[in-house]
């Protein structure tokens, strides 16, 4: 991986608040053109990670690099960051206030106006353009601020919780718009603590837990590294079998199916075995990835 | 730069466009014209001839009520500038008329002009009886007792009269007499450097204006300005922008812009009240009347512009200070009130630095931030100190504005990564020792 691959590196930061250390000792690498998933529960130190690779705050101790430069005002504006905590100007116009946004990145002039009009169109919001932002719903203000990360066609965008609050349509445009970006050789830095949506997109992911990184890696290293080892059964009868901590180590039961990681040990074919031996009517019996979430479960604990 | 000049032209924009600002710019040159103008039109129209008929039963007044009423009439117009607008000239449209009482009793001249009085051919009548220079009483019968004015104009111009007729009976000669009543001038006169001087009264004037002005403004904009500070808290844009520009670039852009607004408005005010100005000079002077603009030397007008910025500059950025501190505008209004104090406070300085402007306490407030704009002023007026000193006070004044702002900005931004807290003193300091 040669270093002008990696957009943003951290190596070895801490920032402190007082007695509360928010993020210990991290290091980690963002490729570029990939989509990083920075994941973790409430709490974990992504938001400080992030602030801190944009510069609203500096790290106690360690290093980051970004497009391996430290950061400066011109790497500054080749940043597209989109806050959980985001708003708009309540009582200025749309295109005034993305000709704002573009400005504080150093962007101006035609270019500026074409770009504004392209993502008017891309987000359906074209004939809102001379409508203030507090006549807009809330979904189109979301859209809008989307629109202000990434208004200076910045290299690297770092999206904090962007689809928190959207609906599924919205969500799903959104979510092209950013596998578009990827493909457009955009590195993107999205954080949130929505396991099944950075599933979905991630390429690589850093998992926070309690200020520290418990697994960096890429996504489909460690879905495989996981193994196989769940069970999607949707059956009648058969509980005991299910209960069976020798066969089942952990039971999730969903509506209408339950989700079994395997014990150690214990494979399919004998928990399938026992099912039907049990009385047990089968729907459903299927091997299944281990979710995000059931991995970042298994590290949690497993680092505890 | 770009960056900084987008913030001051987004603030300018934003506000100017602003419908309250095109009223409130258009409304106060109107209202200030409607105070001004229209009693002094309406006065006018009102003052109607005043027919008086005038019983002189002592034989020798009516001549000298006539005379004293003229004079006492030119002597208000020329006077209009005492800014009574009772003192108009519409209440002096006098017409008198003698009535001869020599061969009616005193009852049927009374029933022949309260005919004339009731047929509207008379507006009232006096009568002065045979004592009246002895025991100066006299009788004002009219229809309308309420105009206090006509009547206060009447009693003055009978005092006059009575006077004068005392005088000429005492056998005092004509010149002795307006040698008698020759009023007496005051002229303050400045001492300076160069000698003998005319007076300063015009400077301290405009010291005074500026004062004003300043206080005004800060009125006005001091809470624009915590507004537009609050703005990106209140709406959560700042940690968009921060990822743009320094919090230092963002705060003084705000600073700049707003200020921008308040000038606007106040040069669009001056430029109307200048022209209100200059018409009235003309006015006066087409009624013969001179009103000489005050000579103040070029370099005092330099001054004013400097320390007028610097004193709306230095209670703009405390608001500023006070905005990076809270989080909504109604918690930076409870906190400005001492400002507010402070401001008055360095106002009435005025009176102590203008008494003694050599003093060391004078030196010392001309050089504190927050009192110099003011007691510099009054001192240069006064007694213009050393250049060093003026080029000192401007340049602690400004440099605390700096300081101010940077502090503003590093509580800001801490305050920004501590969503929705409102900082103590103690804890502001925190923050901007260690942002």
């Given at each position: 991986?040669?270093?002008?691959?990696?957009?943003?590196?951290?190596?070895?930061?801490?920032?402190?608040f007082?007695?509360?250390?928010?993020?210990?000792?991290?290091?980690?690498?963002?490729?570029?053109?990939?989509?990083?998933?920075?994941?973790?529960?409430?709490?974990?130190?992504?938001?400080?990670?992030?602030?801190?690779?944009?510069?609203?705050?500096?790290?106690?101790?360690?290093?980051?690099?970004?497009?391996?430069?430290?950061?400066?005002?011109?790497?500054?504006?080749?940043?597209?960051?989109?806050?959980?905590?985001?708003?708009?100007?309540?009582?200025?116009?749309?295109?005034?206030?993305?000709?704002?946004?573009?400005?504080l990145?150093?962007?101006?002039?035609?270019?500026?106006?074409?770009?504004?009009?392209?993502?008017?169109?891309?987000?359906?919001?074209?004939?809102?353009?001379?409508?203030?932002?507090?006549?807009?719903?809330?979904?189109?203000?979301?859209?809008?601020?989307?629109?202000?990360?990434?208004?200076?066609?910045p290299?690297?965008?770092?999206?904090?919780?962007?689809f928190?609050?959207?609906?599924?349509?919205?969500?799903?445009?959104?979510?092209?718009?950013?596998?578009?970006?990827?493909?457009?050789?955009?590195?993107?830095?999205?954080?949130?603590?929505?396991?099944?949506?950075a599933?979905?997109?991630?390429?690589?992911?850093?998992?926070?837990?309690?200020?520290?990184?418990?697994?960096?890696?890429?996504?489909?290293?460690?879905?495989?590294?996981?193994?196989?080892n769940?069970?999607?059964?949707?059956?009648?009868?058969?509980?005991?079998?299910?209960?069976?901590?020798?066969?089942?180590?952990?039971?999730?039961?969903?509506?209408?199916?339950?989700?079994?990681?395997?014990?150690?040990?214990?494979?399919?074919?004998?928990?399938?075995?026992?099912?039907?031996?049990?009385?047990?009517?089968?729907?459903?019996?299927?091997?299944i990835e281990?979710?995000?979430?059931?991995?970042?479960?298994?590290?949690?604990t497993?680092?505890? | 730069?770009?960056?900084?000049?987008?913030?001051?032209?987004?603030?300018?924009?934003?506000?100017v466009?602003?419908?309250?600002?095109?009223?409130?710019?258009?409304?106060?040159?109107?209202?200030?014209s409607?105070?001004?103008?229209?009693?002094a039109?309406?006065?006018?129209?009102?003052?109607?001839?005043?027919?008086?008929?005038?019983?002189?039963?002592?034989?020798?007044?009516?001549?000298?009520?006539?005379?004293?009423?003229?004079?006492?009439?030119?002597?208000?117009?020329?006077?209009?500038?005492?800014?009574d607008?009772?003192?108009?000239?519409?209440?002096?449209?006098?017409?008198?008329?003698?009535?001869?009482?020599?061969?009616?009793?005193?009852?049927?001249?009374?029933?022949?002009?309260?005919?004339?009085?009731?047929?509207?051919?008379l507006?009232?009548?006096?009568?002065?009886?045979?004592?009246?220079?002895?025991?100066?009483?006299?009788?004002?019968?009219?229809?309308?007792?309420g105009?206090?004015?006509?009547?206060?104009?009447?009693?003055?111009?009978?005092?006059?009269?009575?006077?004068?007729?005392?005088?000429?009976?005492?056998?005092?000669?004509?010149?002795?007499?307006?040698?008698?009543?020759?009023p007496?001038?005051?002229?303050?006169?400045?001492?300076?450097?160069?000698?003998?001087?005319?007076d300063?009264?015009?400077s301290?004037?405009?010291?005074?204006?500026?004062?004003?002005?300043?206080?005004?403004?800060?009125?006005?904009?001091?809470?624009?300005?915590?507004?537009?500070?609050?703005?990106?808290?209140?709406t959560?844009?700042?940690?968009i922008?921060?990822?743009?520009?320094?919090?230092?670039?963002?705060?003084?852009?705000?600073?700049?812009?707003?200020?921008?607004?308040?000038?606007?408005?106040?040069?669009?005010?001056?430029?109307?009240?200048s022209?209100?100005?200059?018409?009235g000079?003309?006015?006066?002077?087409?009624?013969?009347?001179?009103?000489?603009?005050?000579?103040?030397?070029?370099?005092?007008?330099?001054?004013?512009?400097?320390?007028?910025?610097?004193?709306?500059?230095?209670?703009?950025?405390?608001?500023?200070l006070?905005?990076?501190?809270?989080?909504t505008?109604?918690?930076?209004?409870?906190?400005?009130?001492?400002?507010?104090?402070?401001?008055?406070?360095?106002?009435?300085?005025?009176?102590?630095?203008?008494?003694?402007?050599?003093?060391?306490?004078?030196?010392?407030?001309?050089?504190?931030?927050?009192?110099?704009?003011?007691?510099?002023?009054?001192?240069?007026?006064?007694?213009?100190?050393?250049?060093w000193?003026?080029?000192?006070?401007?340049?602690?004044?400004?440099g605390?504005?700096?300081?101010?702002?940077?502090?503003?900005?590093?509580?800001?931004?801490?305050?920004?990564?501590?969503?929705?807290?409102?900082?103590?003193?103690?804890?502001?300091w925190?923050?901007?020792?260690?942002?």
């Open positions: 991986m040669a270093a002008s691959e990696i957009t943003v590196k951290l190596d070895r930061v801490s920032k402190r007082g007695d509360f250390t928010a993020v210990r000792e991290l290091s980690l690498a963002v490729r570029r053109g990939r989509v990083f998933g920075l994941l973790g529960p409430n709490g974990a130190g992504k938001t400080t990670t992030i602030r801190m690779i944009v510069n609203i705050t500096g790290p106690d101790t360690g290093n980051i690099l970004l497009f391996g430069r430290k950061i400066n005002a011109e790497v500054q504006n080749r940043i597209g960051y989109l806050p959980e905590e985001r708003g708009l100007y309540r009582r200025m116009k749309v295109a005034d206030q993305l000709r704002f946004f573009a400005e990145k150093n962007v101006g002039g035609k270019q500026v106006e074409s770009r504004i009009d392209e993502w008017l169109a891309r987000l359906k919001l074209s004939e809102w353009k001379n409508k203030r932002s507090m006549e807009l719903s809330k979904g189109m203000q979301q859209k809008i601020q989307f629109i202000t990360t990434v208004i200076h066609d290299d690297l965008l770092i999206l904090d919780e962007p928190s609050g959207l609906d599924p349509v919205n969500l799903e445009l959104l979510k092209e718009i950013v596998l578009d970006l990827k493909r457009a050789g955009k590195t993107i830095i999205f954080s949130t603590h929505q396991m099944e949506v599933e979905k997109i991630c390429d690589d992911i850093c998992l926070l837990n309690r200020s520290e990184k418990v697994f960096e890696g890429s996504l489909r290293d460690i879905k495989s590294s996981f193994g196989r769940s069970v999607a059964v949707r059956c009648e009868g058969g509980d005991g079998v299910l209960d069976d901590p020798a066969l089942v180590s952990k039971l999730m039961r969903h509506a209408d199916e339950a989700q079994a990681l395997l014990a150690a040990g214990a494979d399919a074919q004998t928990l399938l075995r026992r099912l039907i031996d049990s009385g047990a009517v089968i729907g459903k019996f299927e091997m281990p979710s995000l979430n059931d991995i970042f479960i298994a590290k949690v497993e680092a505890a | 730069m770009r960056k900084f000049l987008a913030v001051v032209k987004r603030e300018y924009v934003q506000r466009r602003a419908k309250m600002f095109i009223v409130s710019t258009v409304l106060l040159p109107l209202a200030m409607l105070f001004g103008v229209v009693p039109i309406i006065l006018n129209m009102e003052g109607s001839r005043q027919r008086v008929a005038v019983v002189d039963r002592t034989g020798k007044m009516y001549g000298q009520l006539k005379q004293a009423l003229s004079s006492e009439q030119v002597n208000q117009q020329s006077n209009s500038n005492d800014n607008p009772r003192r108009s000239t519409g209440f002096g449209n006098f017409v008198l008329e003698e009535v001869n009482a020599d061969n009616q009793s005193i009852e049927q001249l009374r029933a022949n002009l309260d005919q004339r009085l009731r047929a509207r051919q507006e009232g009548y006096v009568i002065l009886p045979p004592d009246f220079l002895e025991h100066g009483q006299a009788e004002f019968f009219n229809r309308n007792p105009d206090l004015f006509s009547s206060r104009l009447l009693q003055s111009a009978l005092n006059r009269a009575v006077r004068e007729q005392r005088l000429i009976e005492a056998k005092v000669d004509s010149k002795t007499r307006q040698q008698l009543f020759r007496v001038e005051l002229q303050a006169v400045k001492i300076g450097d160069t000698g003998a001087e005319r300063s009264g015009g301290f004037a405009l010291v005074f204006g500026v004062g004003i002005t300043m206080y005004l403004s800060i009125l006005m904009y001091g809470q624009a300005i915590l507004g537009a500070v609050i703005e990106e808290k209140e959560r844009i700042a940690e922008l921060f990822s743009s520009v320094k919090p230092f670039t963002l705060m003084m852009g705000k600073l700049v812009g707003v200020s921008l607004v308040a000038l606007t408005q106040l040069a669009i005010w001056g430029l109307a009240f022209a209100f100005a200059l018409y000079v003309g006015v006066l002077a087409g009624r013969g009347i001179r009103a000489s603009i005050p000579t103040i030397p070029f370099s005092h007008y330099i001054y004013f512009g400097l320390f007028f910025l610097l004193g709306y500059f230095l209670y703009a950025t405390i608001y500023a006070l905005g990076s501190m809270v989080t505008v109604q918690e930076g209004g409870q906190l400005a009130m001492p400002v507010i104090l402070i401001l008055v406070i360095s106002f009435y300085l005025f009176l102590p630095v203008s008494r003694s402007p050599d003093s060391s306490f004078s030196f010392w407030v001309s050089m504190l931030p927050l009192s110099a704009p003011v007691a510099m002023l009054v001192r240069i007026v006064t007694q213009t100190p050393p250049f000193q003026i080029a000192l006070s401007l340049l602690i004044g400004f605390t504005v700096l300081l101010l702002m940077w502090i503003a900005s590093r509580i800001y931004r801490v305050g920004m990564l501590m969503y929705g807290k409102r900082a103590s003193i103690p804890e502001a925190r923050w901007a020792r260690q942002a």
